[in-house]
């Protein structure tokens, strides 16, 4: 995998990786995977090796878009993948948002970014399937409570300095 020149990555480990799609085991195949913040592009990359249909790629950095090209043509699954060069909260904003299985939130850490986006993507519940997964990538020091209407967090992993935080729509009936 190439990585992204210069610092303004954030790798996820391959223990937090395979942990994670581990966790969303073959729910993975045919899904839907939007990774925002992309990078690499590692994570949905690994999404389409394990049977997602479709990924779409977001970065706002031009070399992370042609690193995640790179990787998606090394990894053969190009045809499947969409990647585009743009701002996070203004993809958010878009009215032409499709919906997605999985939603992964991987943000340059202390920038306070990812409970923006997931407040975002809360403000947008058709971005996502009835029974999907938004998963937010980051240090367990970043972590705060965030208010959101539509999502509840549901589950918790750390693995090293990495922690996933497992969101999914809520509509008030069940115990969270």
């Given at each position: 995998?190439?990585m992204?020149?210069g610092g303004?990555?954030r790798?996820?480990s391959?223990r937090?990786?395979?942990?994670?799609?581990n966790?969303?085991?073959?729910?993975?195949?045919d899904?839907s995977f939007l990774?925002?913040?992309?990078?690499?592009?590692?994570?949905?990359i690994e999404?389409l090796?394990?049977?997602?249909?479709?990924?779409?790629?977001?970065d706002i950095s031009?070399?992370?878009v042609t690193?995640?090209e790179t990787?998606?043509?090394?990894?053969g699954c190009e045809?499947r993948?969409?990647?585009?060069?743009?701002d996070a909260?203004?993809?958010?904003e878009?009215d032409?948002?499709?919906?997605?299985?999985?939603?992964?939130i991987?943000?340059p850490?202390?920038?306070?970014l990812?409970?923006?986006t997931?407040a975002?993507?809360?403000k947008?519940?058709?971005?996502?399937?009835?029974?999907g997964?938004?998963?937010?990538?980051?240090?367990?020091?970043?972590?705060v409570?965030?208010t959101?209407?539509?999502?509840?967090l549901?589950d918790?992993r750390?693995?090293?300095s990495?922690?996933l935080?497992?969101?999914?729509?809520?509509?008030?009936?069940?115990?969270?």
């Amino acid at each position: 995998m190439k990585m992204v020149p210069g610092g303004s990555t954030r790798p996820i480990s391959d223990r937090a990786k395979g942990a994670l799609f581990n966790i969303i085991g073959n729910d993975i195949i045919d899904a839907s995977f939007l990774d925002l913040f992309a990078g690499t592009g590692s994570v949905g990359i690994e999404a389409l090796s394990r049977g997602a249909k479709r990924a779409v790629f977001l970065d706002i950095s031009r070399e992370a878009v042609t690193t995640v090209e790179t990787n998606l043509a090394a990894a053969g699954c190009e045809e499947r993948a969409e990647v585009l060069c743009g701002d996070a909260m203004t993809y958010l904003e878009s009215d032409k948002l499709l919906a997605f299985d999985y939603i992964y939130i991987a943000p340059p850490q202390y920038a306070e970014l990812w409970s923006g986006t997931l407040a975002r993507v809360d403000k947008k519940p058709i971005m996502l399937d009835d029974d999907g997964w938004v998963v937010a990538q980051i240090h367990p020091r970043e972590f705060v409570q965030v208010t959101l209407e539509r999502l509840r967090l549901f589950d918790q992993r750390q693995y090293g300095s990495t922690m996933l935080c497992f969101y999914r729509l809520w509509d008030g009936s069940e115990q969270v």
